[in-house]
C-alpha cells in the first residue's frame, strides 16, 4: 500500500461514530495518506481479557491481524481507542508468548497461522508524525475555538500500549496548537468517563461526565475533543443528566473544519446529542 | 501478623494469583490504587481493602462487595502501583470466578436503551458481566 | 442367490447413542438408524436436505473433533458414533415488522440480539454449518449493523440450529438472520409488480376453478400431477 493506510474501522464506527469515520477518511485524504479499510475484519471485543488462561478472548482480535497479514500488509491503522488497546494487547500478547501463539494458531484451525508479523497504530500515532502536512492543511485556523483535549483510559493505559507519557500526556495538545486553537489546560483528561458502565450503571457515568465535563466549562472550555467512540457517547449523551450543554468532538471533526472541508454537511458532526451548531456559527465556522 | 488460611482459603488465593499472574503479597498497603481511582465513592470498600481480604482467602467477604464490578478496568492503579501489581487483573480475576460458574451479572435481555448504545460499550459490558 | 456372493450386502459397524449395530454400507445417517430399528416422529423432515429438521451430531472413527451435519445428507461410515438431535430449544424474538425500520434504527439486530455482542469470533458456528455458510461472518455484520450482508450471507440458511447448540456466547444465529432477511426483504429490496400483479388476480378468483380441482382430485392423480410439475412455471396461466 504505497500512501494508503490499511484501516480497521470496529463495529461501532459504522453506526454511532460514523461521524469519526467520515472526517478521518476526510481529514487523510487530504494529507495524502487514504485510509484504505481491510477486506475482512471481527469485532475486537472491545475490552481486553486480563485472564491469564483466557485464549479464547484473544482470538478475534489476532483473526483481524491475520486478515491484514493475508492481504499482505505488515500495518494497521484504528480510530477507535478501545479497538486499538484490544488490538495492540493481543498483538503483544501473541509476539511474546510463543506458547501462546500455538494455542491460538491452533485455535484458529483451517485458517492460515498468525506470524506475528503485523503492527498496530492508533490513528494519533500517525498523526504526530505529520506536523508538516497538517500545518499546511489548515486554510481556517480554530483561532476562536477554546478546546479541552480529553484522552480517556485506552490510548494511555497500561504504559506498554501507551501512545503518550501515561500521565502528562501532549499528543492531543500539539495537534489542536497546529489547527490554531487554544487548548484549555485539563487535569481530568485522563480519568475515566465510566466506560461500559453506560449499560447497566448510567448514574455512576453521570458522576463522571459532570465530574469531566464541569471541570472543562469551569477552565472555560467551548468544546471537549477526544477520539473514543465510547468517551464521545458517555460525555456527550449523559450530558443530559447535568446542566452543561458542551459540544464533544471527535478531534478529526475539528481537524476538517480547520482544514476547510464541508463539515456538518457531507462529513462528520451529524450524531452529536449536543448540537455543535451553535457554537461553530456563533464563532463564524459555519454559515 | 500471622496469617492463617484454611485450605480453601488457600485455593482462593491461589485461584486468584493464577488468574492474575500477579503476586497479592506484594502489596504494601499504600493505598495508591484507591487514592487514584475514579470509581471509589460507588465501592462498597476500597480495591486496596480487596487486597487485603484476597490475601487472607476471604472468598465469601470479598463475594458479596460491590467493589470488582465498579472497577471498569480504566488502569490508573496498575500504572501507578507502586509494586506494579496489575491491580485491574486481580479485579478481572475475582469477576471470572464468579463468571465461570455459569453467571450473569447484567441481564441480557434486560438492557434499556440499547438502540441508543454503541455496540463498544454493550460488548464490553458482556465481556466483563456475563458468564 | 446363495450363489452370487458380490451381492451380498457389505456392513458397516455404528454406534447410536452409544450402542453398537451392523448396517449396510451405503445409507445415509438417517437409514442407516432406521435399519438399526430407531423411528423418527421428530429431527427428520423432507429427506432432501432442505428443511434442516435432522440435524445430527457425530464423531468419525479414530477423528477427536465433533462434527454436525444434516442426517438425510450424509453417508454413514464405519466406526461412526452418532446422536439425533430432534429439536434446539432456542429463543425466536417476537417483533413487528413495521417497528424494525433500519433507517430509524441504527442497530436493529443488536436490539432484539444483544447476545450478539458476545460473540468472539471463535468460529465454531461456521464450522458446524451444514451448508458452508460464513456463520460468523454474518454474525459480525449483525453487530456492525450491516443488515444486508446479514442477509446475504444467511440466504441459504436452513434453520438448523447446530451453530446455535455449539455457540459459546450462546447467539441464535438462524433466528437473528432470518430476521435480518425478513427486514432486508421488507424494507431494502425492490417490491416486486409482479407479486403484486399475481396478488391481485387470486383476490379477484382466477385460480378459484383451478384450486377446487385440486382440492377435489384423489391422492393418486394429485400425486402424478407433483411428479409431472413444471418448476419454472408455464408462460402466462
Known sequence: ?287 | MEVKRSEKDREFVDKVEELSGESVNACIRCGTCSAGCPFVKEMDVLPERIFKRVVLGDKEGILEKNTMWICAACYTCSVRCPRDIDIASIMEAVRQIVLRDNVDKVEVEEVENLQDLPQLAVVGCFRKETG | MAENEDEEQEMIEIFAMGKKYEVPKGLTIMTALEYAGYKFVRGCGCRGGFCGACATVFRKKDEYKLRMDLACQTAAEDGMYLVQLPFVPAVREEYDIEEVDPEEHDNVLLDYYPEIARCVSCNTCTKSCPQDLDVMDFVQAALRGDIERTADLSFDCIQCGLCTIRCPADIKHYHLAQMARRIHGKYNQEYSDELQKRLEEIEEGKYDEKMKELIEMCEEDLRERYEERDMQGEEEG
Not at chain 1, 461514530?17 to 495518506?33: F, N, T
Not at chain 1, 505488515?74 to 511474546?96: G, I, S
Open chain 1, 1 to 287: 500500500m504505497e500512501d494508503g493506510l490499511l484501516y480497521y474501522p470496529g463495529c461501532t464506527l459504522k453506526t454511532k461514530a460514523s461521524d469519526y469515520e467520515e472526517s478521518a477518511k476526510a481529514v487523510m485524504e487530504k494529507l495524502g495518506r487514504p485510509l484504505v479499510e481491510m477486506d475482512d475484519w471481527y469485532c475486537c471485543g472491545a475490552v481486553q481479557s486480563l485472564s491469564t488462561d483466557d485464549i479464547m478472548h484473544q482470538i478475534a482480535p489476532i483473526r483481524t491481524l491475520c486478515c491484514a497479514q493475508e492481504q499482505g500488509e505488515t500495518e494497521v491503522v484504528t480510530l477507535c481507542d478501545m479497538c486499538f488497546n484490544v488490538l495492540r494487547r493481543a498483538n503483544t500478547r501473541a509476539k511474546e508468548n510463543e506458547d501462546d501463539l500455538e494455542t491460538m494458531n491452533e485455535f484458529l484451525d483451517e485458517d492460515p497461522d498468525y506470524e506475528g508479523n503485523v503492527e498496530t497504530y492508533h490513528l494519533f500515532e500517525i498523526l504526530r508524525d505529520m506536523k508538516d502536512e497538517i500545518e499546511k492543511a489548515v486554510k481556517r485556523p480554530l483561532d476562536d475555538l477554546k478546546i479541552a483535549p480529553y484522552y480517556g483510559c485506552m490510548l494511555l493505559r497500561p504504559s506498554e500500549v501507551a501512545i503518550d507519557d501515561t500521565e502528562d500526556p501532549q499528543i492531543m495538545e500539539d495537534m489542536l496548537e497546529l489547527l490554531g486553537a487554544e487548548v484549555i489546560e485539563n487535569p481530568k483528561r485522563t480519568e475515566c468517563c465510566g466506560s461500559y458502565h453506560t449499560v447497566n450503571r448510567s448514574d455512576i457515568v453521570e458522576k463522571r461526565v459532570e465530574d469531566i465535563v464541569g471541570r472543562a466549562v469551569e477552565d472555560g472550555a467551548d468544546a471537549i475533543a477526544l477520539s473514543c467512540p465510547l468517551c464521545q457517547f458517555n460525555l456527550d449523551y449523559h450530558q443530559r443528566a447535568t446542566e452543561f450543554e458542551v459540544p464533544v468532538f471527535y478531534l478529526t471533526e475539528l481537524m476538517a473544519l480547520a482544514f476547510g472541508l464541508d463539515i456538518g454537511k457531507e462529513i462528520g458532526m451529524k450524531k452529536h446529542r449536543v448540537e455543535p451548531n451553535a457554537l461553530l456559527k456563533e464563532k463564524g465556522y459555519m454559515e
